[in-house]
């Protein structure tokens, strides 16, 4: 079967004014239920542009507060629990927490006005201590449920010195509105690139603390697991904790709420427990719930679900069955609000031009006039990478991976700007022959992807990537799998100016989104989507057209910092004479980093009319 993908341009609207499909099928309420959320990473404007499948995460997090809240009259009302919870990854992402230092903290406490039953810290608040200091200096704002069971920080202690504490609590007891005792940990992975003064115990060494085994002796009705690692994978190590708490109560349910690789997931240890995943930067909200084992019921399977939800108003109603008049609740009012005044206080909402189209990151091979690959080096580092004293010919190299998302027709905002790369970084050069240059690009690209996947990531970068990868390889088998169940898929451009940017198919009634394979029984997403079109082809370098000079003539060749390690080995493959040295490399363009690249090409070539 052969299966064409007619795709139509779509108007550039307010995502806000955009039908979005409906759920179908209710929830399955039971006797608790949780809500949760991950790696929101300061996406709590939530996303606000028009092309697919942005317009289904448009819910900001007032909305999400104002559903919650729904929500929790509803367990009430059904006389069930459901508990809030949350794994962490707030920091780093959005212009809220990547546009200035005191971004990070105000948005924690606009968050914190929702509350939580249990919050568990990220990676992403751990590489910098001030940041970590900030956390602990304010932890009443989260009511005693932030969880942080292996993370310390050292603190000044008066006039002694300094002392180790738990950044939060080493675990929580609680009782449920509905009288259920519940014990809760929150666990982050072993991870090695978090700042000095930051201490964080291997989940296997928390597992047999004294203080670990004291907090389980006793059986609650549930243990409540949050924490900032995925169900499965290389970086999951619930296991010890897990099997810890087994050793001592077989039948007791446990509930873990993980996050950190940016995909949907579930998967069920033993038939007493699931382990959920929400995904990423407030797309999604995970609803999981589950029976309750009867007294004496000697290990009876619980009844568990779970559903990802694709976090915007129209679900949130759906679900809720609310109205416009009847959904927003002054709590999710007035977090909207506080939103809007931070976004206007640190600058992030000034438009600085009005994208012409929409350049996607990976939806493209590179090369493609709407990749956002081919824009940044075509026209944006041609364009604004420029040293003031140096005006001969040059190449400039960057990685692909220091972009991070893609760049959608209409108004492109420092919010936008830093989405794509919130990255300061700066620029050097050396002077080489062209005909040795003109061979970098491919060479840094043969060598290149063993050297930006090491097995153990040791610094934030390398965890990034790792990151991506993970959620790159979810997105590739969606497409994949697609592909393969299509037969052909036939993706038609009308040459430069068909914006593959709607989901408007002529055969397909469904929309882009999440496709969700995981390993626990039934079927997860909350609406069925057409997986968003995938290129393989993403070179990890990419590199500004090569000027027209002869092989002998020498140019300024310019590259990222973040690039240099490798760019340097790979100069020194191509001419081992050179020994070319880091200390040989000179600053160019001082001042200037990709976080501030695309808005200057905007403010250019994409004024305002
Ligand atoms: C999500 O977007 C797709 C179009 O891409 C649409 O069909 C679907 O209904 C949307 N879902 C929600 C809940 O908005
Ligand atoms: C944190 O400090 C407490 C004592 O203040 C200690 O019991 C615990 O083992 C420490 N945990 C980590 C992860 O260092
Ligand atoms: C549930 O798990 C227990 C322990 O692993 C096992 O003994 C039992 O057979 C399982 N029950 C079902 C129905 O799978
Ligand atoms: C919403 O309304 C539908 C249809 O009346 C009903 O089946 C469903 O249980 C309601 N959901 C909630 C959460 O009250
Ligand atoms: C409204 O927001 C402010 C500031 O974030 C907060 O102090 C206040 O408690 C909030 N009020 C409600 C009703 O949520
Ligand atoms: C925002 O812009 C205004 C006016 O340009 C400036 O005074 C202010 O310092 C900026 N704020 C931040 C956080 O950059
Ligand atoms: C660059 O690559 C070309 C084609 O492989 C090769 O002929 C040439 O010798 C290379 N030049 C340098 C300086 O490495
Ligand atoms: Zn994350
Ligand atoms: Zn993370």
Redesign the pocket.
Known sequence: MRTVLLLSVLGIVAASSIERPKPTRQLEWKEVNFISTSDTHGWLLGHQHATWPEPNYSGDFGSFASFATHMRSIADSKGVDLLLVDAGDHHDGSGLVSSSPDGPGKTEQIFSNLPYDVMAVGNHELYHYADALELYENMERWNGRYVTSNVNITVKDGQRGWKSVPLGKQFVKFETKQGRSVTAFGVIFNFGAHDKGITIQKPSKLAIEEWFLDAIRNAPDYFVLAGHMPARGETAEWAPVFDAIRRVHPDVPIYVFGGHTHVRDCTQYDNRSIAVVPGRYLETVAFTSSSLPAKQDNGVPLDVARRYLDANPTTYKWHTNTSDETFHLPIGKNISLALAELATDLNVSTVLGIAPHDYFLNRHPYGHPRSVLTLFSDKVMPTTIKDKDRHGERIIISMGGSLRFDLFAGTFDRNDELTISPFVNAFYYARL?A??A??ITEQLNRAGASKLLPTVPSTKREEEQRVQATYDEWMRSQWEDYVESQGVVDIEFEGQQTVFSSATTVKKPSTLGYVTKDACPGKGDDIDHIPVPWSDAQPDFISTPFPEVD?DEDIDVVVMDFAMDDFLVAVNM??PSLGLKESMMKPYAEGLGINVVFGMYAKEAWRQV
């Open positions: 022959s005909g040795l003109r061979n092989d191509l001419d």
